[in-house]
């Protein structure tokens, strides 16, 4: 069975696994620096200013040459709107650079990175990095979990709240930032509370508008790559449906080893189909146009292993069991309440071997959770974005299914930009740009961050990261995210 982390390509999403509980001794500061540097000091440093600010207490300390990073939890509201009705705890990390630099709010979307890592706007302003876990994802969940507080205001109020608490320590320019779902996120914070942030770099982020119009999609799949790519990836998702029985069997066999259960779903059949129908979405999404060598290249004559092999590697025959689900709760719901969910259609298989077409999200929400959608949500943001965004800069991949329907920018907007990385992934960076669009992006995010130079200002082009590469912090490697079907 596919591991979720196995061969996928780095994204800037940073998405964390680490389950941590309670309260732990912080870790020996590395000896040598200054506070100002990241290294400690024994007295009074930015490790008490942190735990100063009502609300936070310290989870972990952990060293890292040139910075301090702690991880923390935050007493939030469970209700922003009604305080007083309960608290829950949510993890924060502070990767510290120094309090003279600027700050960028980094929010994944999911659970959050305990291990130190340092976004692509982080480096190149050389600043510090706040990183926040998002609601709901355990162990930030209150309990009991009242589903009806997870929604986009709420978290960009947890955000405010954050930013609010920590401005009295940062007090120079903040930037947030995020991929995917954390674009998503970095985006609705700006709506919500368009004075709190000096700019906003939303990677990767889909724009789901109308939920029930997804052409952009089938568009987007007739064309993407190549024809012989396409061709490849298309037969290969048909084969694993005309060869469903044997293939279920071999399904029923690691279910049975693993122990997987399909209460959620509701059977191994409906599993089985919703993994295969995330197959090319799947591919595009995470791979290269290179990778298509891969890809079987003629599925008919390929044996049932090779079939599987490629499903499992791509879309995972774990992701749709209970146990796969679970995690993702909290974006399936949202999913299926406000962000909205894609579908597409598969001209290339006949209809008799589709049974369920691509499943909606309340099919991955226990049935306890209770969900109704919630149409205005969107279409409010995407109308804020179009006529007032300021200082936002939306980047995407060429070849991302994701980016079929992005966000754009209106005569309204002021000193934005929606940039397309040529040949690129939901992986998509500012580095990926075209070099005129990457000078400017830079540009941007310096001066954005208060940090430009006049060399900067009057040429564009002399535009490069502040910070030089660290091979660790900067390191692009996440845990999968749930590819078509969220």
């Known amino acids: 069975m596919r591991k979720a982390l196995r061969w996928l390509l780095a994204l800037a999403v940073f998405i964390g696994t680490m389950s941590t509980a309670g309260a732990a001794t912080a870790a020996q500061p590395e000896a040598g620096s200054s506070t100002k540097s990241g290294t400690s000091t024994a007295s ?3 490790k008490d200013q942190l735990l100063a600010i009502p609300g936070m207490s310290l989870i972990q300390e952990k060293p890292y040459t040139g910075y301090r990073y702690f991880v923390l939890n935050y007493t939030q509201p469970i209700d922003h709107r009604h305080p007083s009705k309960g608290t829950f705890q949510q993890r924060i990390t502070v990767l510290h650079k120094d309090a003279s630099r600027p700050t960028v709010f980094f929010t994944g979307g999911y659970s959050v990175n305990t291990n130190p890592t340092r976004s692509e706007p982080t480096r190149i302003v050389d600043g510090n990095q706040v990183s926040l876990e998002y609601r709901f994802f355990t162990p930030s969940r209150p309990d009991p979990a009242d589903w009806s507080k997870l929604d986009i205001w709420q978290a960009a109020s947890d955000q405010h709240r954050v930013f609010t608490a920590l401005k009295k320590i940062y007090a120079k320019k903040w930037l947030s930032t995020g991929g995917s779902k954390g674009g998503m996120t970095a985006t609705y914070y700006e709506r919500f509370y368009p004075r709190d942030m000096d700019g906003v770099v939303a990677y990767v982020a889909p724009n789901d ?7 952009a999609y089938d568009r987007f799949f007739a064309k993407v790559g190549t024809k012989e790519c396409r061709d490849r990836l298309n037969a290969v998702q048909r084969e694993a449906l005309v060869r469903r029985e044997p293939l279920e069997k071999k399904y029923a066999e690691v279910v049975a080893a693993e122990g997987f259960t399909f209460t959620t779903i509701g059977s191994l059949d409906r599993a089985y189909e919703a993994v295969v129908l995330d ?3 799947g591919f595009w999404q995470y791979s290269l146009l290179a990778d298509c060598e891969s890809i079987p290249a003629d599925a008919k004559n390929a044996t049932d292993d090779d079939i599987w092999t490629s499903i499992d590697t791509i879309s995972g025959f774990s992701a749709y069991t209970d146990q796969g689900l679970e995690r993702y709760t909290p974006y399936y719901y949202q999913a299926g309440t406000q962000l909205g ?5 598969f001209p290339h298989i006949e209809k008799k071997y589709i049974r369920y077409g691509y499943q909606p999200p309340r099919n991955f929400v226990p049935r306890d959770i209770s969900m109704k959608f919630q149409p205005s949500a969107m279409r409010d943001v995407d109308n804020w974005v179009k006529h007032r965004a300021q200082h936002m800069l939306f980047v995407y991949g060429q070849n991302d299914p994701w980016g079929s329907e992005p966000f754009h ?3 309204g907007a002021k000193d934005s930009y929606v940039f397309t990385a040529p040949g690129l992934n939901h992986g998509a960076n500012v580095a990926g740009l ?7 992006a830079t540009a941007r995010i310096l001066e954005w961050a208060g940090v430009a130079s006049t060399a900067v200002r009057s040429n564009p082009s002399a535009a490069k990261p502040l910070a030089t590469y660290d091979a660790r912090l900067d390191k692009r490697n996440i845990e999968r995210e749930p590819t078509l079907r969220p």
Do not use: R
């Open 279 to 281: 197959y090319v979405w």
């Open 44 to 46: 009074s440093d930015i």
């Open 209 to 215: 508008v109308v939920n029930k119009e997804d052409s």
């Open 434 to 440: 075209v070099p005129e669009q990457k000078a400017l």
């Open 341 to 345: 969910a894609p579908d597409i259609k």
């Open 409 to 411: 920018v209106g005569k």
